[in-house]
């Protein structure tokens, strides 16, 4: 029933930055974690960061200082603001709803967009 489109990917630079959205639609919950995934090719996937419904964040250590994850409850949208971008940070990134607040079963995900990050 909920919808996810992620959008604002593109292909950058070393040391360039991009803002990734997911814009949800249908039904959400009024307490649900959401999340930021990558996959490389060849890669698993991985979890880039997440955003509880009270506002807490978490991303991983690879992209600490980096990357931020952050909402807009009003627009339903979750954004991730990517600064200093690496070659290593080149994936399809998908954004994903978690089930209720819980930020470790996920049960919507988005269709992805392509970051390409040239050396």
């Known amino acids: 029933q909920v919808q996810l489109v992620e959008s604002g990917g593109g292909s950058v630079q070393a040391g360039g930055s991009l803002k990734l959205s997911c814009e949800a639609s249908g039904y959400v919950d009024n307490c649900v974690c959401m999340g930021w995934f990558r996959q490389a090719p060849g890669k698993e996937r991985e979890k880039v960061a997440s955003?509880?419904?009270?506002?807490?964040?978490r991303v991983i250590d690879s992209v600490k200082g980096r990357f931020a994850i952050s909402s807009d409850n009003a627009k339903k949208t979750v954004y991730l603001q990517m600064n200093n971008l690496k070659p290593d940070d080149s994936a399809v990134y998908y954004c994903?709803?978690?089930?209720?607040?819980?930020?470790?079963?996920?049960?919507?995900w988005g269709r992805g967009t392509q970051v390409t990050v040239s050396s």
């Open positions: 994903a709803a978690g089930d209720r607040q819980y930020c470790y079963s996920w049960v919507f």
């Open positions: 955003i509880e419904c009270n506002g807490g964040t």
